[in-house]
């Protein structure tokens, strides 16, 4: 059964600073997604990384993915107040292409002034 | 813009009541999804669905049933709501492909009293 872990789960930065969070998976997988999610809202894709070595990069969040290490990091760089959401990696545990999709618990991410 | 149109946004239910929650998506995608969001556990997978007619259990199907009697919609059905039913209900479409993940719909605030 894949598990997705991400930590931190709460996350409280300045504006300004650099962090990155983490999204470990238990089992193969080179398909991995992230989502952010605004208070009371639904979900909106922010990257999509289909393979090892993967880097995407909006703004100032920037995500890759390491399919040995089963691991996904999203790198925030210098960040500002509007940044303040819930971020979601889900990995894809259907390797047959049919898309079935299991999510982390997310990291509540606050930017202080 | 491709859309995920869930039919309502927020609605309180009585104890009992059979409830209806409705997904519709314009994207003439394959796969259809129904999450329940609660504080502290993520997104859950209650049913999913690759075809027309077709269904399959997600994590948490009990006191759950679906129905897709065409690809453009998805139905959510609560036979007997309870009190522990309250949640976020969220309905997501792919392609899938892999290529772009899932879209979601903006979600149903469901109370149950």
């Known amino acids: 059964e894949l598990k997705v872990e991400q930590n931190p789960l709460f996350l409280s930065m300045q504006e300004g600073k650099n962090y990155t969070i983490y999204c470990n998976y238990s089992t193969t997988s080179d398909r991995l997604y992230w989502y952010r999610q605004d208070p009371g809202k639904s979900l909106e894709s922010l990257f999509v990384?289909?393979?090892?070595?993967a880097v995407k990069q909006e703004g100032r969040l920037m995500a890759s993915l390491d399919t040995k290490a089963r691991l996904s990091t999203l790198h925030i760089t210098a960040a500002v107040h509007d940044l303040s959401a819930t971020y979601f990696c889900a990995v894809d545990e259907d390797q047959g292409g049919s898309e079935k999709l299991v999510f982390g618990k997310g990291t509540k991410l606050t930017v202080n002034p | 813009d491709v859309k995920v149109t869930q039919s309502s946004r927020y609605l309180v239910k009585r104890t009992g009541e059979k409830v209806f929650l409705e997904c519709v998506q314009d994207m003439d995608h394959e796969n259809m999804f129904w999450y329940r969001q609660d504080p502290g556990l993520g997104l859950r997978l209650i049913y999913f669905s690759y075809d027309v007619k077709m269904k399959e259990k997600g994590d948490i199907p009990e006191g759950y049933s679906v129905s897709r009697e065409k690809k453009e919609r998805f139905s959510l059905i609560l036979e007997s709501a309870s009190t522990n039913q309250t949640s976020m209900y969220l309905c997501?479409?792919?392609?899938?492909?892999?290529?772009?993940?899932?879209?979601f719909g903006s979600g149903t605030r469901l109370t149950v009293v």
């Open positions: 997501a479409s792919s392609a899938g492909t892999a290529n772009f993940g899932y879209t």
């Open positions: 990384l289909l393979s090892n070595g």
